[in-house]
Each structure stands twice: as C-alpha cells, then as structure tokens.
C-alpha cells in the first residue's frame, strides 16, 4: 500500500475507527519487510497485537467480541467515568507510587535529569491535557518512552495513568506494552495488577493476563480467578484468565 493510504488507515485506528479489515492490512504491511525507518515503534506494536491474536479462537469469536463492543458502545461515556472512579480508589488502596510522584513533581526532584523528549512525553500525556490531544499523539508519546535511556517515576507513573485513564482503547494497549518493557520498574508490577481489576474492555483486559504471565505475577492469580468465574464478561476473557492461571500455578 502507499505510504499515504497507510497514514490515512493509521489516524483511523487511532481514532478507533477502522474496520476489521483496515485493521488486517495495517497488521499485514507492518508485519511486511518495507517499513519505514520512521514508523518501527508502530511497526512493534501491531506486530505484538498479531501474535496475540494468533493465539486467541477463531474469528467467530472475535466476531462475537465486536458484536459485544458495538453493543456496549452507548454505555461508553458512563463507563468512562465510573472506571476513573474505580480506578482512583483501587489505586489509592493499593497504595503504589502516588503520594511519591506527586510529592517528586512538587519539588523537581526525581532523580533523573529532564531531556526535550521526556518533557514532551510528559506535556502530552498529561491527564489534564487528554481532552486537548489526539489519540495519536498520546501513542507517539507512549512509544517516545520506549527510547528513553532510564524511567524516571514520573515518566512510569504517567504511563501507568494512561493504562488507566486513557479514553482511547489503543493508547491504553499502547501504555500497556511500554509498561512491559520496564516490569521491574517501582509501582509496574503492582499498577499492572490493579489494572486488571478495573478494565472492562476485552482486548486490554487480555493483554494485561498476557503481560502478568510474562512476568510471572503470581499476586495477580486472585485477580485471574474472579475474572474466570466472572459470567458478566466475555468467554475469550475468562479463557485467557483460565489459561493465565495455569501458566503462573505451574511456575
């Protein structure tokens, strides 16, 4: 495809409005050998989306999740608020990284010396700023963190905000991968586990078991447990939980 049809698709998906088979083909020119220098961070992203989606049923059950989706859709704008509400108070029971970083950002003293790239990261980001950037920036911001030399608490704990907070599926799946790159970081293991216990949407919710798995979280097996006994979520939820509960009781 041309690079034009590509960065017309690219919007559209960031905007969460591309169909299925948009979707394939920017899987498939990612997954090609000709991507451009300048769209690598992109070219990882969809290339992880593909090799998860590879493991998942058939595209019955993928039908069945955007028949779901488009369902829910006029419940959105609720949901969207109460997710922040839960999300506020499973962070604050957790207790991970918040009363530090903003105690960090109040005195200037994170410990890791500010670069053009970190500000910018931290300017878009920003939840107060959400409302005035596009999806696409917030995923560029995301894949800006991936070049950072050292995660500084406040870079990760933005990252853990968008994981939460993010309007946009895609920056939430986005925030989610670059918090893997960095699992060892304070608060990501933690802030990862807390996600999965307020996101309501399927595709975040399987690629927060996947990630947990990855690290072999065994805090998050309770977690797991509800969402497979849980009736009100979608089969391919409770699947994955089932699946990721076995890989982590066997490690």
Known sequence: MKQEAI???LEKYYAGETTLEEEKQLREFFRGPSVPAHWQNQAGMFRYFAEARQEQPSLTVHKKLADRLD???RFRNLTRWTLRLAASVALLAGGFMGGL???NRSTGQTGVPETSSALAIKKTLDF???AATSASE???AVNQS????EASQEITQLLINTLNFDDNVN???AACQALMRIPNEPGVREGVIQSLKIQTDPY???MLIEALVSIQEKRAVETMQRLARNREILEVVRQKAEEGLNHLNRT
Do not use: A, G, H, K
């Open 71 to 73: 369902s829910e859709n």
């Open 171 to 173: 920056v939430r799946l």
């Open 146 to 149: 991936f070049e950072l030399p």
């Open 138 to 140: 917030r995923i560029q």
């Open 101 to 103: 970083y903003y105690s």
């Open 7 to 9: 960065e017309t698709l």
């Open 128 to 130: 107060d700023r959400m």
């Open 204 to 206: 975040v919710q399987i």
